[in-house]
């Protein structure tokens, strides 16, 4: 089985997100499957583009959302209405209301009452899972947690119980109790406000930059991301020694080492992979070196050959992705790295070239890198 995997450009600036195409099969007996729809524009030019190259009367075997956030679920609604889709695999937030109940801070909420709290707030979700089920006949919806299989693909993470606890610490779902989280070991804490947010974006404006050679790397462990992005579906597909695949989603070090720790007590092989994400559009909060050499091996010597793509999705215009020190960490590890950065970027992976498709330019390493702080 071969598996070619198309990152189509979403947004610009720095609103950035994924559209994934994924074919697999033969040239003449194949699935498709898209991974995250982006914007709503995104979506439009998803649909157009599953149209041109596998026809109108294409099916989308599997649809899968790997989280929440809109700039990877809004497309999905174009996706829906306007293509054949089989299989619907995504998370439903509010469903985990009576499970996650104890994780909140306010003690008083009714199974119900909570669960309705939720729903209001991620009426994007709800919007996607109302359209699945008016199509005729209704698309059938899963849930993506650790141990199920989508296709020729294994979901690593998250796994269900720690999604419950992630949930109250998602930006929109009421207060979270930290102490019963933290006593459960998974406390990330709420994502900034938007005006936090606002002002770290302004600050980091004032960029400084710092050199790294191939032996001192500056990525730090430790980084932090949101509740929202941990819990990315994590997603490996085993095409044979040498042929793996890698779909991270905007996972960080967090659901990265959840998704590490999965494989490993499955005895799926790691450090041998043809494809890698590299998650969050090439966020440094996403990765720090220990999480990558468990996932990918160590660093190698600076003349060896290239081991696998590691395909980062930005927007062309984003002065805060990707951050330089996560491509060079990706590429000390032996990755070709490849961003879309406003087009779209194809792994082929034995696939035939299509025509007019020209040969994806490589991000090489460089000296000089982002102040981490």
């Given amino acids: 089985m071969d598996c070619e995997i ?34 709503q524009d995104s979506g439009k030019v998803l649909v157009e583009h599953i149209q041109n190259f596998f026809g109108h009367d294409a099916v989308i075997a599997h649809a899968v959302l790997t989280h929440s956030d809109a700039d990877h679920a809004s497309g999905l609604r174009i ?21 996650a109940r104890q994780y909140f801070k306010h003690k008083n909420w009714t199974d119900d009452a909570l669960q309705k709290a939720i729903m209001k707030e991620y009426d994007l979700i709800a919007e996607i899972v109302q359209i699945a089920s008016d199509k005729k006949p209704p698309i059938p919806i899963y849930f993506p947690f650790a141990g199920a299989q989508i296709g020729p693909f294994h979901v690593l993470s998250p796994h269900q119980g720690v999604y419950t606890l992630f949930l109250p610490q998602f930006d929109r779902t009421p207060d979270p109790d930290q102490a019963a989280i933290e006593a459960k070991g998974f406390w990330i804490g709420k994502a900034p406000s938007p005006a936090a947010r606002l002002f770290e974006k302004v600050v980091a404006k004032v960029q400084k930059w710092f050199t790294e050679s191939w032996d001192i790397e500056r990525l730090k462990d430790g980084g932090v991301t949101s509740a929202i992005n941990e819990s990315s579906v994590v997603l490996y597909g085993d095409f044979g020694p040498g042929r793996r695949v890698l779909l991270t989603g905007d996972a960080g070090v967090m659901g990265l080492s959840l998704a590490a720790y999965h494989a490993e007590q499955a005895k799926f092989p790691l450090q041998d992979f043809m494809f890698v994400q ?12 220990t ?72 991000i090489p390493f460089t000296p000089k890198v982002e102040d981490y702080d």
């Fill in 6 to 39: 198309e990152l189509l450009p979403v947004g610009d600036a720095s609103k950035g997100g994924d559209a994934i195409v994924v074919r697999y099969g033969t040239v003449d007996s194949y699935e498709l499957m898209i991974i995250d729809g982006g914007n």
């Fill in 278 to 289: 590299i998650p969050h559009h090439g966020s440094r909060r996403n990765v720090g070196p």
């Fill in 291 to 362: 999480i990558l050499n468990r996932f990918l091996g160590p660093s190698q010597p600076k003349e060896s050959p290239s081991r696998f793509a590691a395909y980062v999705s930005a927007p062309k215009d984003d002065d805060q992705h990707p951050r330089m020190m996560v491509l060079n960490a990706f590429t000390r590890r032996g990755g070709r790295v490849i961003a879309t950065q406003g087009t779209s970027k194809i792994h082929w992976g034995g696939f035939p070239v299509r025509p007019n498709y020209t040969v994806a330019e490589i």
């Fill in 79 to 99: 996706v829906l209405s306007e293509l054949r889709v089989n299989n619907l695999w995504l998370h439903v937030p509010w469903l985990h209301a009576a499970a």
